[in-house]
């Protein structure tokens, strides 16, 4: 079998995955373009960015959200989006608030 052959049924597949870098790149920007360290925070959710040089104020946020009963689920590392380049841009923390988790 060819190269061309073989290559030719992943075509869609990887338009797929780069549609899906895009919009996870969109979504990550924009938690990271925001200027507040709690970036999303609901009666039963709550998402936390900690950036390079906000480290300080992001455990007062993180310690004030434990405080209010959530429990962190869930944290994510974000990198530059450029396939094969690691560049850490920062970090995400997804917590839940105790009475919601059975």
Do not use: C, H, W
């Amino acid at each position: 079998m060819r190269v061309k052959e073989k290559i030719s049924g992943t075509t869609s597949s990887i338009k797929d995955q780069i549609g899906y870098l895009k919009k996870d790149s969109i979504y990550f920007k924009k938690i990271l373009n925001s200027k507040n360290i709690v970036f999303l925070k609901t009666d039963a959710t709550a998402i936390l960015v900690r950036k390079k040089g906000n480290e300080q104020e992001f455990f007062k946020e993180f310690d004030n959200i434990t405080k209010e009963g959530y429990k962190m689920m869930l944290s994510e590392e974000i990198t530059d989006p450029v396939p094969g380049i690691k560049v850490n841009l920062g970090y995400v923390y997804f917590f839940q608030n105790k009475k919601f988790i059975n």
